[in-house]
């Protein structure tokens, strides 16, 4: 065998395993990043049982996603999902965001577990598309350099979700 071809097989041969190690391991760079980043978004602690992604089927596996509640809220978390399952296709990440009914279903737990049912004046799947709606659009005006800061941005929107339009006391 020739050194050249010898090269190439040890360097095919490296590749090949360098690749099933990344593929291994994807899970849980995965759950890794989905933490750090959601985390470092929110400044709320973020943790995650377990995540799957099918590289080949679009799909993505979230189990016990689990965000911490804002200082001075009585609940342990803000948000808590059980076990999600999200499918896209490349097409639709290219458009609009995929609507996911389990997503609202879930908000709608944490939300009964924050308020009385005669709490809302309204439909609560209504007024889930409304706040959803409401922080879904602010990818499309929202720039970060310069003009509000984040944390101002993050109070307004609290309130404006949590207290509605009411002067301040």
Not at 95 to 104: G, K, L, Q, R
Not at 116 to 133: E, N, Q, W
Request: with cysteine.
């Amino acid at each position: 065998m020739t050194p050249l071809r010898r090269t190439v097989l040890v360097l095919s041969s490296l590749l090949v395993v360098a690749g099933l190690i990344a593929y291994l391991g994807l899970d849980r760079i995965l759950k890794s990043t989905v933490e750090k980043q959601s985390s470092a978004s929110l400044k709320l602690s973020t943790t995650l049982n377990s995540a799957r992604l099918s590289l080949f089927g679009g799909k993505v596996n979230l189990n016990r996603l689990r965000i911490a509640s804002p200082q001075g809220f009585s609940a342990p978390h803000m948000l808590e999902l059980g076990d999600v399952d999200l499918a896209v296709s490349y097409g639709q990440l290219r458009s609009a965001a995929p609507y996911d009914p389990m997503i609202y279903r879930a908000f709608w737990r944490v939300m009964g577990m924050a308020c009385r049912p005669d709490d809302l004046y309204t439909d609560p799947a209504i007024v889930a598309r409304l706040l959803f709606g409401m922080v879904n659009s602010l990818t499309e005006w929202l720039r970060p350099r310069g003009g509000q800061p984040a944390d101002e941005l993050a109070r307004t929107l609290t309130a404006l979700a949590f207290d509605g339009l009411r002067p301040r006391a």
